[in-house]
């Protein structure tokens, strides 16, 4: 894999182009989740249409001016975070002061970043601004941009947002308004709305409901404990696995009909790389083993009014779907996909309230043992694919795995395969031995689902399922 060492400019605050409101903003409940207290980044690639067009000093003011734009429509990003008396609560305080702006130059060319480009990227800490401890937020900068021009005149733009202004969706909001400004339309497509108020708690009640565990703790064992500390990640390796029409289909025909037709592509491969995964980590038969994801409230949120177009806050809730090792493993891709489906549709309208109850309560709603537990993502539908400059094209791209929990989770990105082809690349972190029985495993389900669609063609019926039991230790 290449290595290099971006030269970096100087940071420069970039304030809003023209003026806005000096306001203090309230946080939804789910804002105000402690575990958001925390900067993440979705990093993109572009490559020029025409090389060396615009010139880098005037690709740079022109991703500068395009955000001093964007700060106009997203004016609480300028701002900063204040932590009221009693520490739990966060507010906006709209001051204008502006965000981070570095300008870098890396000496080596996009194509040596590997065909696919894939997770990991190389050297991303190199792309990435420098924000300090992640994990303070009250009064620093909410956003910090790095933009990178390689030899061959492509670009990555590294966006580092707040988790507690925004979730994943917000942020792919906030990069496609400085790429549309930034080819030089006159407004964003989608204009922003804060809303907050509509992800909080309306009661104040103790009891609990929707089938929360408000004592629960995420990530921490029975003892309390915490499961992962950056040791932990010593000696586990990172690899990508692309999933393409014809991947897709294969695991789709190994399950019944009236399941195919109903289940989303997240639920196919959820299934299968969780299997497969626990499989691999050779979990005891009689261990409990969870997948835990997220639900965006996002089209999901039945209340009067639902959440509006353009809302970029925290929207996301979590469930998990859980098994013993032995039952997962034994069983077939249709058991592991129903349980995945189940968790997912647990996500009502009733399941979001309760959670929002008890976050307004300061608990946490979820517990699961890191150590036993696949963390996934899925950002395929977030629209970072159609990312455009205009004078530059997206390449790749998607959240960067830097960091504890952004390493370990598995976030679904669109992607291009080597031949172009439209594809979902999902990242895994295992010890190294664990990683090659995976990758086995991959290879056997996939084998499995394609030998089933084989004998469907001649005839079998739709009462059989891939039934590929993996072994377990």
């Known amino acids: 894999m290449v290595t290099f060492t971006a030269c970096r400019s100087k940071p420069e605050v970039v304030v809003p182009a023209r003026a806005t409101p000096r306001e203090v903003k309230s946080l939804s409940d789910v804002d105000n989740q402690p575990d958001l207290r925390v900067y ?10 025409v090389p060396g067009v615009p010139e880098q000093p005037a690709a740079s003011s022109i991703i500068k001016a395009a955000l001093a734009e964007t700060l106009v429509y997203y004016y609480p990003i300028a701002g900063r975070l204040l932590e009221l008396p009693g520490g739990n609560k966060l507010v906006v305080e709209c001051t204008a002061e502006g965000v981070i702006f570095v300008r870098a130059q890396a000496d080596v060319r996009l194509e040596e970043f590997g065909q696919p480009l894939v997770q990991p990227y190389p050297c ?30 492509g670009i990555a733009l590294a966006l ?12 792919v909001q906030i990069f496609k308004c400085i790429t549309e400004l930034a080819r030089g339309e006159a407004h964003p497509a989608v204009l922003p709305t804060w809303q907050r108020h509509l992800l909080v708690s309306s ?55 009236r399941l195919a037709q109903s289940a989303t592509v997240f639920d196919i491969i959820t299934g299968t790389l969780w299997r497969c995964r626990t499989a ?5 038969p009689d261990e409990q083993v969870c997948v835990a994801f997220v639900s965006n409230a996002r089209g999901r949120w039945k209340r009067d009014p639902p959440l509006p177009p353009g809302f970029y806050g925290n929207a996301l809730f979590s469930t998990v779907a859980e098994a013993t090792a032995g039952e997962l493993c034994g069983g077939s891709l249709t058991d592991a996909v129903e349980l995945v489906r189940k968790a997912k549709f647990r996500v009502t309208d009733e399941y979001v309230r309760s959670a929002l109850d008890i976050m307004a309560r300061g608990g946490l709603y979820m517990k699961v043992a890191l150590n036993r537990t696949l963390l996934m993502s899925d950002i395929t539908h977030c629209g970072d694919d159609s990312l455009d400059l205009g004078w530059a094209e997206r390449i790749g791209g998607g959240i960067a795995m830097a960091g504890d929990i952004n390493r370990l989770s598995s976030v679904y990105t669109c992607c291009k395969d080597a031949n172009g082809e439209d594809c979902i690349m999902v990242p895994m972190v295992l010890p190294e031995e664990a990683m090659g029985r995976f990758e086995s495993h991959i290879v056997a389900a996939l084998q499995e689902a394609r030998c089933w669609t084989e004998e469907r063609q001649f005839g079998s019926d739709d009462k059989h399922h891939v039934c590929c039991q993996l072994a377990l230790a």
Do not use: W
């Not at 993440?40 to 249409?49: A, G």
């Not at 580092?160 to 942020?171: E, K, L, N, Q, R």
């Not at 691999?280 to 005891?284: C, D, I, R, V, Y």
């Open 203 to 257: 009661s104040e009640a103790t009891s609990e409901s929707g089938g929360h565990d408000s004592a629960s703790m995420v990530g921490v064992d029975n003892d309390g404990k915490p499961l992962l500390t950056q040791a932990s990640l010593e000696g586990m390796v990172t690899r990508s696995f692309l999933f393409g029409k014809r991947e897709i289909a294969a695991l789709r025909s190994g399950v019944p009909a």
């Open 40 to 49: 993440t980044t979705i990093i993109e690639y572009f490559r020029r249409r």
């Open 124 to 153: 991303v800490d190199e792309l990435l601004c420098e924000v300090g401890d992640v994990r303070s937020v009250v009064g620093k900068p909410l956003l910090y941009l790095q933009m990178t021009e390689f030899r061959c005149g």
């Open 160 to 171: 580092t947002t707040c988790h507690s202004i925004v979730d994943g969706f917000g942020m």
């Open 280 to 284: 691999a980590l050779e979990h005891p």
